[in-house]
């Protein structure tokens, strides 16, 4: 049995305590939250990594790890994510749960404390952070940002919201840009960390077998030198209404690949998990694209041999539906034409019952599986705090059941072309 709680320790940081006894660990997760901006994306992506090197009490990775190794070799790893235009940067922890432990004593609250000085108690050199952990980390991350050019897929899948988004601040990469992060010193990292200390929303998260009391006592302790302030940053998470364009924005690149990668990118027509649309459209892109058995699939990839692969993803938070495919070259304009009349397809109703039936008992059974992982819940329960709902995914799972087709159709007919994305070969390659 899963019982959650959210519960505000102090002025703008809240707890969701999932108390359950199905898992041998305890999770834990502290989480800042803070606006989705180029000029400071990279910083709140340095600054976990910054962190996760040493405290005033651990000052570098030896110790931190026979820290860890005390509490049953527990284990912290740094978190940044995208959550619609807010970004989330922190640490995920998992320890052994206190019901397992040898003699019967407790982890949560060392744990608790471990997370706590992570994120308060940093290592400091000359009263700002150490030069060697900025330069070390700041190269590491400048060599992800480089590295998200060598999946192809995920590239063009990062181009189509750069370009779909472009002065939009989901159009940001969660990383940053290398331009920025180059530029990032010891000190003005250091004052970044402080305003964000500051000013960021956090968001505390536990699922384990303690009560939620302990639970809340281990983390309002362990995170009590939080600056006070009533105006911490809320995320904002209305849908702007987008004109619909005339003509979809086109946009083609040239690399050294040999498979082509087509992108496209829809407006959800207002619709995001906010609304009370929003099963209709999960579902709707579970038929177009976002299964085994949808249209895109079953379609374009198996009749028609259009793709190596074609899937669809909802971007929940922002609104927006995401077309991922792989494709020969010259094939671009029958793929493109016909993952479009996929979707016509969707807006006229034509769904079968097994596509139907199929794409609902997809969608219920993935909510589901939710509860059998934490870091899944863990992330879940993140965008419901970003988005400001607080429905589980059983409840979600209860208003599946009852979408119908018209519903899926509507949903659909909602959607708006907006970017098509095609990264090709270079010409002679």
Same mark, same amino acid.
Request: include cysteine; charged fraction near 25%; hydrophobic fraction near 40%.
């Given at each position: 049995?899963?019982?959650?709680?959210?519960?505000?320790?102090?002025?703008?940081?809240?707890?969701?305590?999932?108390?359950?006894?199905?898992?041998?660990?305890?999770? %834990?997760?502290?989480?800042?939250?803070?606006?989705? !901006?180029?000029?400071?994306?990279?910083?709140?992506?340095?600054?976990?990594?910054?962190?996760?090197?040493?405290?005033?009490?651990?000052?570098?990775?030896?110790?931190?790890?026979?820290?860890?190794?005390?509490?049953?070799?527990?284990?912290?790893?740094?978190?940044?994510?995208?959550?619609?235009?807010?970004?989330?940067?922190?640490?995920?922890?998992?320890?052994?749960?206190?019901?397992?432990?040898?003699?019967?004593?407790?982890?949560?609250?060392?744990?608790?404390?471990?997370?706590?000085?992570?994120?308060?108690?940093?290592?400091?050199?000359?009263?700002?952070?150490?030069?060697?952990?900025?330069?070390?980390?700041?190269?590491?991350?400048?060599?992800?940002?480089?590295?998200?050019?060598?999946?192809?897929?995920?590239?063009?899948?990062?181009?189509?919201?750069?370009?779909?988004?472009?002065?939009?601040?989901?159009?940001?990469?969660?990383?940053?840009?290398?331009?920025?992060?180059?530029?990032?010193?010891?000190?003005?990292?250091?004052?970044?960390?402080?305003?964000?200390?500051?000013?960021?929303?956090?968001?505390?998260?536990?699922?384990?077998?303690?009560?939620?009391?302990?639970?809340?006592?281990?983390?309002?302790?362990?995170?009590?030198?939080?600056?006070?302030?009533?105006?911490?940053?809320?995320?904002?998470?209305?849908?702007?209404?987008?004109?619909?364009?005339?003509?979809?924005?086109?946009?083609?690149?040239?690399?050294?690949?040999?498979?082509?990668?087509?992108?496209?990118?829809?407006?959800?027509?207002?619709?995001?998990?906010?609304?009370?649309?929003?099963?209709?459209?999960?579902?709707?892109?579970?038929? %177009?694209?976002?299964?085994?058995?949808?249209?895109? %699939?079953?379609?374009?990839?198996?009749?028609?041999?259009?793709?190596?692969?074609?899937?669809?993803?909802?971007?929940?938070?922002?609104?927006?539906?995401?077309?991922?495919?792989?494709?020969?070259?010259?094939?671009?304009?029958?793929?493109?034409?016909?993952?479009?009349?996929?979707?016509?397809?969707?807006?006229?109703?034509?769904?079968?019952?097994?596509?139907?039936?199929?794409?609902?008992?997809?969608?219920?059974?993935?909510?589901?599986?939710?509860?059998?992982?934490?870091?899944?819940?863990?992330?879940?329960?993140?965008?419901?705090?970003?988005?400001?709902?607080?429905?589980?995914?059983? !409840?979600?799972?209860?208003?599946?059941?009852?979408?119908?087709?018209?519903?899926?159709?509507?949903?659909?007919?909602?959607?708006?072309?907006?970017?098509?994305?095609?990264?090709?070969?270079?010409?002679?390659?």
């Amino acid at each position: 049995m899963i019982h959650v709680t959210h519960t505000e320790l102090m002025p703008g940081v809240r707890l969701t305590a999932v108390h359950t006894t199905k898992f041998k660990s305890s999770y %834990f997760g502290v989480t800042l939250l803070t606006a989705l !901006e180029r000029e400071t994306a990279g910083d709140n992506a340095l600054l976990c990594s910054v962190l996760r090197r040493g405290t005033q009490a651990h000052p570098d990775m030896q110790s931190l790890a026979s820290a860890l190794d005390d509490l049953y070799g527990g284990a912290i790893e740094t978190q940044i994510v995208k959550k619609g235009e807010t970004q989330c940067v922190g640490f995920a922890a998992s320890f052994l749960d206190d019901a397992y432990t040898l003699n019967g004593e407790s982890i949560l609250e060392p744990a608790a404390r471990l997370l706590g000085e992570l994120l308060l108690q940093p290592h400091t050199v000359d009263g700002v952070f150490s030069a060697e952990y900025v330069e070390s980390e700041r190269a590491n991350l400048i060599d992800r940002i480089r590295a998200q050019r060598n999946d192809k897929r995920q590239y063009a899948m990062y181009r189509l919201g750069q370009e779909m988004c472009r002065g939009e601040a989901f159009g940001v990469d969660k990383l940053g840009d290398e331009t920025c992060v180059s530029k990032i010193t010891p000190t003005s990292l250091w004052q970044r960390y402080q305003t964000l200390l500051s000013t960021a929303g956090v968001e505390l998260y536990y699922c384990g077998s303690a009560e939620v009391e302990s639970v809340e006592n281990a983390l309002r302790a362990a995170f009590s030198a939080l600056p006070i302030n009533n105006q911490r940053y809320k995320p904002v998470c209305e849908v702007c209404a987008h004109p619909a364009r005339e003509t979809p924005n086109i946009v083609e690149e040239s690399l050294d690949v040999t498979q082509g990668k087509l992108a496209i990118g829809f407006r959800t027509g207002g619709i995001s998990v906010r609304d009370g649309d929003f099963p209709a459209l999960l579902l709707m892109n579970a038929v %177009f694209g976002g299964t085994s058995m949808s249209k895109l %699939f079953m379609n374009v990839r198996e009749k028609l041999s259009l793709c190596y692969f074609a899937s669809s993803a909802l971007e929940r938070i922002k609104g927006l539906m995401l077309v991922s495919s792989g494709i020969e070259f010259e094939k671009y304009q029958q793929a493109r034409d016909e993952i479009l009349a996929q979707l016509e397809a969707c807006r006229r109703g034509e769904i079968t019952v097994d596509e139907m039936e199929g794409a609902r008992r997809i969608v219920i059974t993935a909510l589901q599986t939710t509860l059998d992982s934490q870091p899944r819940m863990a992330d879940y329960w993140l965008g419901q705090a970003v988005a400001g709902q607080e429905d589980g995914p059983e !409840e979600l799972a209860g208003h599946i059941e009852h979408v119908t087709v018209e519903q899926v159709a509507r949903a659909a007919q909602k959607a708006e072309l907006d970017t098509i994305y095609f990264l090709k070969g270079k010409e002679g390659a």
